[in-house]
């Protein structure tokens, strides 16, 4: 498809790094919220799911659109802190890490989670399914000296 490898190649630039953190959330909430939880506007191109989290340091719910890799058929998902190939980890990842239990909206329905941070071979794993999801991730690596977390993030009873 034509489409995606013109936004694959957009999205590893580093304008698109330098924009797109401002646009996409803003734009992906508004559109989000305007239809009650069914559709994501990023969703266009990669699957997305609202992260409902807990503030590391506020202790305050916090909302965050992002990307995701579903696995297990929606069972499950990996959540990639690339922050568009920018240099510091995203908050939501902090939060992650302070408070793993958290909620995601998938595909109008909210489901709470519980986040687990990956590391060594599994993480290994998982990065190389994540490349082949959605390549652009390599180019936001290659510009950032920190690891890119990678967070799975499984169902929870309610």
């Known amino acids: 498809m034509i489409g995606v490898r013109v936004v694959q190649k957009v999205s590893s630039t580093r304008g698109f790094a330098k924009v797109a953190p401002y646009v996409i959330p803003a734009l992906d909430r508004a559109v989000h919220r305007l239809t009650r939880g069914k559709v994501?506007?990023?969703a266009q191109m990669l699957p997305g799911v609202i992260?409902?989290?807990t503030g590391a340091r506020s202790g305050l719910p916090r909302r965050t659109p992002l990307a995701?890799?579903?696995?297990?058929e929606g069972r499950t998902w990996i959540l990639v802190g690339s922050n568009f190939g920018r240099t510091g980890h995203?908050?939501?990842?902090?939060?992650?890490?302070?408070?793993p239990?958290?909620?995601v909206s998938w595909k109008g329905r909210d489901i709470p989670v519980t986040a687990r941070l990956?590391?060594?071979?599994?993480r290994a794993a998982a990065w190389q399914a994540v490349l082949r999801f959605w390549p652009p991730y390599a180019s936001y690596q290659a510009r950032v000296e920190r690891e890119i977390r990678l967070f799975r993030i499984?169902?929870?009873p309610r």
């Open 40 to 42: 994501l506007l990023s």
């Open 51 to 53: 992260l409902t989290s």
């Open 68 to 72: 995701c890799m579903p696995e297990d």
């Open 90 to 99: 995203p908050a939501w990842t902090h939060n992650l890490l302070a408070h």
């Open 101 to 103: 239990d958290a909620e």
């Open 118 to 122: 990956l590391a060594g071979e599994e």
């Open 154 to 156: 499984v169902r929870r």
